[in-house]
């Protein structure tokens, strides 16, 4: 596909699978529109593009917040006119017994992983009805697909993406627009370190064990480079899902196989991971 003045909006561009994916469509040839919470790190990010002399729309913005993101849109509109490419990739990870999370626990989770996503869609797709076509990307996970252990509500909000966009995708076809789902396992990212981990009703984010989750991400080699491009290769063949890294693979198809036999699996995953934790707290 020719991506010269091809528009891509990328949320939660400041680092990790955002920032990837961002320099792989600038690379193309690309207008890209980076949007984040983080300011500093999206400086870095519009920085990088601006030596490529990408053309860019920067935006500092909360996903979980309608108003920014109908604002946000509202500008990029303005600029370029249409959207050819919309990628909601904004989300939190967070980790423990369910039992231990409180509710605002649970209203931060759903507001960034599955509002953030609601908002990217709510304000873009009928724009794209209007220009005839375009493509939505919503970045999802493995625990969107499979339960994962220690992470309801993580696997919660990602099943939701899962269902939304694989719901959507059948009115968007009327459109000329694609969905797609997109569920990386596990990506060397700086999530492993900003990753809340609960343990109990009092204790959370003990650095030895923050310090054992990022060892297990950066020890298993899958960088977030390698994701963007499966991305970029998602949007050109317009898949519906479309899983990342040979564990989700291996998950999903075990999963589809024999659900029974994945929760044995899981329950025994539970036990082992749970004494780790406890080992470290």
């Known amino acids: 596909m020719d991506w010269h003045d091809k528009s891509v909006v990328i949320t939660g561009a400041a680092s990790g699978i955002?920032?990837?994916t961002t320099l792989a469509f600038a690379r193309r040839g690309a207008r890209v529109a980076v949007v984040d919470i983080d300011g500093a790190?999206?400086?870095?990010?519009k920085d990088e593009l601006e030596e490529m002399c990408a053309d860019i729309y920067y935006c500092i913005v909360d996903?979980?917040?309608?108003?920014?993101?109908r604002t946000m849109c509202d500008g990029i509109y303005r600029k370029w006119k249409r959207v050819d490419v919309l990628i909601n990739n904004a989300g939190i990870a967070m980790g423990g017994p369910f039992e231990h999370m409180t509710l605002q626990d649970w209203k931060r989770m759903v507001d960034v992983n599955f509002w953030g996503i609601v908002h990217g869609c709510h304000f873009f797709y009928p724009r794209m009805?209007?220009?005839?076509?375009?493509?939505?990307?919503?970045v999802a996970s493995a625990a969107g697909l499979?339960?994962?252990?220690?992470?309801?509500?993580?696997?919660?909000?990602?099943?939701a993406v899962v269902g939304f966009s694989e719901s959507l995708r059948g009115e968007a076809a009327r459109h000329n627009i694609g969905v797609t789902a997109v569920c990386p396992g596990i990506v060397d990212t700086p999530i492993a370190s900003t990753v809340e981990l609960i343990y109990d009703g009092e204790h959370r984010n003990s650095e030895a064990l923050r310090g054992k989750v990022e060892h297990v991400f950066h020890g298993?080699?899958?960088?977030?480079?390698?994701?963007?491009?499966?991305?970029?290769k998602a949007v050109e063949?317009?898949?519906?899902?479309?899983?990342?890294?040979?564990e989700t693979y291996a998950m999903d198809y075990i999963h589809r196989i024999s659900r029974d036999f994945y929760n044995f699996l899981h329950r025994l995953s539970v036990k082992a991971v749970w004494k780790w934790v406890q080992g470290d707290v």
């Open 220 to 232: 298993r080699g899958y960088t977030p480079d390698r994701v963007a491009e499966a991305i970029v």
């Open 18 to 20: 955002g920032r990837e």
């Open 41 to 45: 790190k999206l400086s870095g990010v």
């Open 63 to 69: 996903v979980s917040n309608a108003d920014e993101m």
């Open 237 to 246: 063949k317009n898949r519906n899902v479309a899983p990342i890294c040979p």
């Open 146 to 159: 499979v339960p994962m252990f220690l992470q309801t509500s993580y696997c919660a909000t990602k099943s």
């Open 129 to 138: 009805i209007d220009q005839g076509g375009g493509h939505i990307v919503n």
